[in-house]
Structures are given as structure tokens and as C-alpha cells.
């Protein structure tokens, strides 16, 4: 159980608030949300672009987590407490992603605002990340956020799991059913446009999800290994019916790997014939370049978060799609 703080003192000094998530997902072509909108603040920019396709006109949204830094390492500057405190509802992904934010939302948020979490009810599979230096986090009920509700999200927050629960396209729905019910209950005035926008976006990614199985569909069953940088791809894999093998950093994507490690995952690669090795670009792709080199495998691309070259859910998971077809259906690597 993890302690949930009290509001701290508002911080000196001019607060920067961070660029409203519709510029950041590529959705800045509606007016302006009308004076005393609601005021939602995600931690991530996924999941403030989900909010924002169910927002419409009708509220706010701020991502904390900038366009394309890596969730889980990202230091909130000194504004970010204000933004939080300000706030009407929070959006957090839960099962502990943005670890060194969260504390920084739990003891900023005021009472009796909603913390959601937008992972909610799915089930998540082992894994997640060793963050070294983390505090322990202690919540105590009855602290701050009362009732049940509270209480589970709270657990969530800081819950065991793999958090990188998005990149299953029906998962992605989930979070968006989640928010949907949050807003609702928060604004039950615009609860119908909520309603409405959801259900236009679910749709929308219902034909997505058929779209990635169909483009993966083009690897064949004996080449459908994943060898990635972090351990972010369980889902999509899951879903998709591939398989991660190998991870290059799988407990702490930020943490410099052995050299025992890279020289085990070059002859996992070799031994399977595994044509393609996928770096991420918020992570130096060192040790992937290394063990490319010594196994002969290609070098491409996977995202585990919305990036300036891929803004969007929908783009993220197009590009993924693609480069696991571009590495794995064809040869030109090891194998």
C-alpha cells in the first residue's frame, strides 16, 4: 500500500504550464474549450490524446509527460506540482509507469478531485521495471482520497505488473471506456458528448486493431520473435500472436547492460535465427547496435510511446506493425 500525501504548499515563482495535449497528439484543429471547462491533466501524452478524443470542446487537457521522453524517468520540473493542483481530473496509466512522477501527483492532488486510472480492470502480465532508488510508498487508508474507489486507484497507481498495457489495441480501448466513465461522472452536463465521441473513437480503433492483425499476419509462424531494448512489447506480442524472446534491459531500461547479458542475447539471436533487433528511440541503441553486429541481425525501430515522428496512437501502432513485418517477414539479417 502506498501513502498518499497531503497537498504541499503551492511552489514560488512564475509556474510554466505545459502545452495542451490536443498541439501534443496532432489534434489542435477544434476551438478552444469554453471558460470553466473541465481541467483534465494526464501523466502521459497517450493517454491525453485519448482524453482529448473524448473531450471534444468541452474540457481541457494537459499531458505532464512530454511528447516523446521516456515515461518512466522523466523529472517533473517545479511547475508541474501547480498544474496537478489545479486540476479536475487526473488521468495516471497505473501499475507504477511513471514512477519518478507519481509521487509528485499523489501528494499535489487535491481533495476529492478523481484520480483515475486508466488501466483499470484489464489484467496485467508479469514484469515492469526495477527502479533502483524508488522510495517505499506506504498508503494508509483514509488519507486524502476517501472511499473505495479511491482506495483501488491508489493500489493501482503504485500496483506490481507490466505497465505498458496500450500496446494491445483492445487494451487501448479500455483505457479510453475508462476515461469515458470518469468524465461522465465528473461532467455529467457534457456526459452525452463524452458518450458520443467515445463510442466514434472506439470504433475507430476496433478497425485499427483489425488493420495491425491483418498486417501482421504477413510473418510467418516460425519468425514471429521479438528481440526489443526494454520489455515494453508483452501486449502487442500477446495480442498479435508473436513472442518476445529477449529484452536488452528488461528490468531497467536505463540501467547500462553487462556485457554477460549482451553476449547471452547474441547467441539466443544466432540460435533462433532471429533476423531483426528493435531499438527504441528514447533509449541508447548501443548495446542493440553490439549484438547486431556480432549476430549479423538488422537494427529497426519500435515505439512503446507516441514520439514527434509518430504523434499518435493510431500512427505508433502503424509503425510498429510495420517495422516487425519489415524485420521479420522478409530476410535480410541473420537467419
Not at 107 to 129: M, W
Not at 141 to 168: I, R
Not at 299 to 321: G, I, K, Q, S
Request: proline letters at 5%.
Amino acid at each position: 500500500m502506498h501513502r498518499v500525501r497531503s497537498l504541499v504548499p503551492v511552489l514560488l515563482g512564475a509556474a510554466l504550464l505545459l502545452a495542451a495535449c490536443s498541439s501534443a497528439a496532432g489534434e489542435g484543429d477544434g476551438d478552444a474549450s469554453e471558460p470553466g471547462a473541465l481541467h483534465v491533466v494526464a501523466t502521459t501524452p497517450l493517454i491525453a490524446e485519448f482524453a482529448q478524443h473524448v473531450v471534444g470542446d468541452d474540457a481541457e487537457v494537459e499531458s505532464l509527460i512530454p511528447l516523446g521522453a521516456d515515461l518512466h524517468s522523466w523529472q517533473p520540473p517545479t511547475s508541474v506540482a501547480r498544474t496537478i493542483a489545479q486540476a479536475d481530473v487526473l488521468l495516471v496509466n497505473g501499475y507504477n509507469l511513471e514512477a519518478s512522477l507519481l509521487d509528485v501527483v499523489t501528494e499535489n492532488a487535491p481533495r476529492g478531485v478523481p484520480l483515475v486510472v486508466a488501466s483499470a480492470g484489464l489484467e496485467p502480465l508479469e514484469g515492469g521495471h526495477d527502479h533502483g532508488d524508488d522510495e517505499d510508498h506506504d498508503h494508509e487508508e483514509g488519507e486524502d482520497h476517501e472511499g473505495d474507489e479511491d482506495h483501488e486507484a491508489g493500489d493501482l497507481v503504485y500496483a506490481e505488473g507490466d505497465p505498458h498495457l496500450w500496446l494491445s489495441v483492445p487494451n487501448a480501448i479500455a483505457y479510453v471506456e475508462n476515461i469515458r466513465d470518469a468524465l461522465v461522472a465528473a461532467d455529467a452536463e457534457h456526459a452525452a458528448g463524452y458518450e458520443e465521441r467515445a463510442s466514434a473513437f472506439v470504433e475507430e480503433l476496433q478497425a485499427l486493431d483489425g488493420e495491425i492483425h491483418e498486417t501482421l499476419s504477413a510473418i510467418p509462424q516460425g519468425r514471429r520473435t521479438i528481440v526489443a531494448f526494454h520489455d515494453a512489447y508483452q501486449y502487442l506480442a500477446h495480442e498479435y500472436g508473436l513472442e518476445v524472446v529477449a529484452s536488452v534491459a528488461p528490468a531497467n531500461p536505463n540501467q547500462e547492460t553487462s556485457a554477460g547479458a549482451i553476449a547471452d542475447i547474441v547467441r539466443q539471436v544466432e540460435a533462433l535465427g532471429v533476423p531483426a533487433v528493435f531499438k527504441e528511440p528514447e533509449f541508447s541503441a548501443q548495446s542493440l547496435e553490439l549484438i547486431a553486429q556480432e549476430s549479423g541481425a538488422r537494427v529497426l525501430e519500435l515505439y512503446n510511446t507516441p514520439t514527434d515522428d509518430v504523434p499518435t496512437y493510431a500512427e505508433m501502432m502503424r509503425a510498429n506493425a510495420a517495422a516487425l513485418v519489415d524485420g521479420l517477414a522478409v530476410d535480410g539479417g541473420a537467419g
